[in-house]
DNA sequence: ATATATATAATGGTTAGACCAAAGGTTAGA
DNA sequence: TCTAACCTTTGGTCTAACCATTATATATAT
């Protein structure tokens, strides 16, 4: 009896139980071709990840008690929170426990995205400056396609955006937030939506090591530049959007350079810090 | 006893047991800042992840049994199961099976990279435009930085792979491995690492949508604009090698659309296919 | 002696059932 | 009506086994 199964449960009078969607469970051999045997937790997150990449359980739904899940698939509890545990890691899960709580699936994509890029750093595998040339690399043909691509009316927007943030000079902290703001619009306007993923993660990260550092008068530099490439797309210009944009992040970059900032390297990768219980 | 801590074991007469680096085992609290109660699996998880970040684990060590593992955090084996999992995920760890096996510390990055990018992928979120568009502006402007900051020897090493190529014109799978590595040496002479690693994921799930496609005619080609795009690297002409790779990639994506290739949209993410079990 | 088969041990993979802890809901009391 | 005590659901953890895989050593046959 080892053989992993699927004991579809009787889909009926499930009256009592659930409020989370009746799910399809059924598993498949997952794991390397060369006749290995494949592992349950492996099985049981492929069958979930399918489920959930498909369509088949939307974004925001929770899946099944874990115990559940178990007698579905017809294996003990904790091959499936090894399943979780990994599909968690991917982004793919988030769980909370209590009564309110179970697994829901969530598209979390940049979290992984993230960690790895972390790990990286981390590692010493890379440096500050390949993530600002990344940075570069990205954004700069990002308002070029934008001021191609963009719809008027975002960009409309986002010349608001930057308006909204003259009026912030004093507030050091809602300055750097709506230049931020403007650099995640601008990126959203050229259309694709994996470049919006990649420049999004790697503000966060470079965001991050900042940490306030960033004063006032520098923040109205880089507005001074914001409004230059609002200009440039409404006018449709894209070379004078890449360049101004160039200049812009490269500016940025310097003053990193000079400040000597290093990279908050915490190998913390997805998990945020210290929580409230001291450890021996 | 609910308390986790770490019962550093009497690091001396383990004469018996290991080869494996002696690990230097203690937990700090991980998870929200928000008081919430850190989860003993995050905790374990973080644990190992700053030592395999922070070099107190070389890449290729072994970790302690499992076994010991929950024995030095003072934690059961489930936790550190559910641990391990996560960090596998992460692409930090790899586990083998049976004797000479265990938890070897790797630093498999790209996995989770390419993961979350298939993610995106199956799940709709993005396109297979999106992805050629992404490879479009990492690589070209690799080129061009490849032919500022390249070393001549690179270079030439580059050469010799676009020549060897020449000799492979009836080989199909042999000329098309000898593409892929050209492109692989290219971006590398850029010189940043985490540009070498998001091609590398990108090109990797492109080849796989491939799948043996590609036909003679069209790798020659491609052949042929490797040659020139050498040629502009040796005289450091960037410019001319920044637009050649760019001709060369816009050509491939058109014959791919041609093709109407779809994205090999499995929901695999990490784990490759099916194995020999069958299921129910 | 060499090669092949077989036992041994180390280690991950899995099971079963129990209990703890968090958090939403319900109900009783003020 | 508001509050506080319970109750239930669900994830988190523990224990103690046993199964499955694989490297290594040992024995056996050629």
Redesign the interface.
Known sequence: MS????KKPAQGETGRSGNYQPVNL????????R????KA???V??SI??Q????GLAKGERLPPERELADAFGVSR?VV??AI??L?????LQVRPGAGGGSFVT?D??K??G???N??L?????TLD??F??RL??EA?AAAMAAVRGRRADIEDLARVVEQADDLADDSEALRAANLEFHRRLVALAG????S??CETVLAILVKSLQGRLNVELSRRVLEYHHHIVGALLERRAEDARRLTAQDLEQLHQRYNKMGIRVDVN??????????????
Chains 1, 2 share one sequence.
Do not use: C, W
């Open positions: 053989q992993i199964q699927d059924s598993l498949q051999a997952a794991g390397d071709s006749g290995k045997r494949p937790y492996a099985q997150a492929q990840r399918r959930v990449l498909t369509g904790m929170r090894e545990r990994a968690e890691s991917d982004g793919l598209h994509f940049d992984p995205l960690a790895s890029i790990n990286l981390a590692g010493g595998a890379i390949n993530l040339e990344l690399m990205l043909p694709n939506p994996l470049l993923s990649l190998p913390e990768a997805a998990a945020p810090a210290a929580g409230g219980r001291e450890i021996s």
